[in-house]
């Protein structure tokens, strides 16, 4: 069995928010002939956006880039609706979001093998969620592809009532002596088994790997792929290889507008940056999966925005803050910050907006004269390129500041730093020194 304390995940994905229907069909080709000679890496696994080329679960049915950025827009209000409603079920440990509303948002897949002997599929990566969970084959209401074969596999095993492992599950219940459970999220209900069998990452072979084993599946919300959390849980793959990647890892993702390109997911000690500016890692008990940040102010241009401190303010007792997510696609903030911000921003803009876009209030036409925009964490500020705040479409001249105010309901309370605005940034998540580093790098 061969183990390193680290590997390097090499990115590769097409968004399908920016190339729209107008990329040639040689692109694709290039695009999937890249997809095979990066699978011959031993050494590699390449992680892929959902809508490339390269990945299995890719929309079918082109879409307009007015209807993608609208799906997207809906996608990421489902996500957060999720995150809030953790406050009012009073839940120490986030459970994983099953919902298509998630699953099919913009996302990172990275390809695994799993199984003795072990079968190649597709999980998400996902840094808001805990546990490993696989479609298994025979599950009623499942897609018909990416099934998990566990009658295959000579090193699986379901797990029983008494594990340890099924006390970590919330809504945990029994059936046969196995330790089962059901999921309800969005319009879907999710029946799983608790089970455990070889994960291989790369060259690092993780024996006895615990993940839910989904067996049905009602509705419409069924993820086509299946998951691998990367949050703080304690059935997370964090948790579960402690011992070999240390509660460490980090991603750098490219820009969202180039065609193809590659970035990096890093997990372990080893190859990480050993200089940057960190901020503290915050651990709210309401939401103890989370990646808590201090966001302590937000500049556009030179001026601080003045957003009243209680929108911003880390709040353990009601679940409040900021947090890093790589799942939702378009940054979130709670409605007073995001006003102040985005008036400001149209302020020092001095020009006329063009009608809104997307779901998206505040757009122009282009070329024009941009102000920067800065996320003032404690201890480091995160300055973005106008590629990571602003929208470009495919078929107009037309871009659109890429936030929003976070769903309207009494429970919004979190700010969600999402993946468009890491773009380009090396994120460093440091656990057990309870930090995260953010540098600028070039992941293309």
Not at 100 to 107: A, D, G, I, K, Y
Not at 125 to 153: E, I, Q, R
Not at 189 to 196: E, M, P, W, Y
Not at 259 to 279: D, E, M, W
């Amino acid at each position: 069995m061969k183990h390193h304390n680290h590997f390097t995940l090499t990115i590769f994905f097409l968004l399908h928010l920016t190339i729209g229907l107008g990329r040639h069909v040689t692109v694709q080709a290039q695009a999937q002939a890249q997809c095979k000679a990066q699978e011959d890496k031993d050494s590699t696994l390449q992680i892929i956006h959902i809508s490339s080329p390269c990945s299995p679960m890719r929309p079918k049915t082109p879409m307009s880039w007015e209807q993608s950025v609208a799906q997207t827009q809906a996608q990421d209000r489902a996500r957060l609706n999720y995150l809030t409603t953790l406050v009012v079920a009073h839940k120490s440990v986030a459970p994983v979001a099953w919902g298509r509303q998630l699953m099919q948002s913009p996302t990172y897949l990275v390809r695994v093998k799993i199984g003795t002997p072990p079968r190649t599929l597709f999980m998400a990566l996902d840094t808001s969620s805990d546990a490993a969970w696989l479609p298994c084959s025979g599950c009623l209401g499942c897609s018909s592809s990416s099934h998990f074969a566990p009658n295959k596999s000579s090193s699986f095993k379901s797990l029983g009532c008494s594990t340890h492992q099924c006390q970590q599950v919330i809504n945990p219940s029994c059936f046969q002596k196995l330790c089962t459970f059901n999921q309800t999220y969005g319009s879907s209900t999710i029946a799983a088994t608790l089970s455990q069998d070889t994960l291989s990452l790369a060259q690092d072979l993780l024996p006895k790997y615990v993940f839910g084993c989904i067996s049905k599946a009602t509705g419409s919300s069924v993820p086509p792929q299946g998951l691998l959390g990367l949050g703080r849980g304690l059935l997370s793959l964090l948790s579960q290889t402690q011992t070999l990647y240390k509660s460490t890892f980090s991603y750098c993702l490219p820009n969202f507008r180039a065609s193809n390109f590659s970035g990096q997911l890093r997990l372990g000690l080893v190859a990480q940056p050993q200089r940057g500016h960190y901020t503290p890692l915050l651990k709210n008990p309401r939401r103890s999966s989370l990646y808590y940040v201090n966001l302590v102010g937000i500049k556009v241009g030179r001026k601080t925005v003045d957003i009243p401190s209680s929108a911003l303010a880390f709040d353990p007792t009601t679940g409040a803050g900021t947090i890093i997510d790589s799942g939702t696609v378009y940054t979130r903030l709670v409605l007073p910050a995001y006003t102040a911000v985005r008036d400001e921003f149209r302020r020092q803009m001095r020009t006329a907006i063009v009608t809104s876009l997307g779901g998206f209030d505040t757009c122009y036409t282009v070329p024009v004269t941009i102000p920067t925009i800065t996320f003032m964490f404690q201890g480091l500020n995160m300055t973005l390129t106008q590629d990571s705040f602003l929208l470009h479409s495919v078929s107009t001249s037309t871009a659109c500041l890429a936030m929003a105010a976070a769903p309207d309901n009494v429970n919004s309370v979190l700010n969600v730093i999402a993946s468009m605005q890491q773009q380009n940034h090396r994120v460093v998540f440091d656990v057990p020194n309870s930090r995260v580093g953010i540098s600028r790098e070039p992941c293309s």
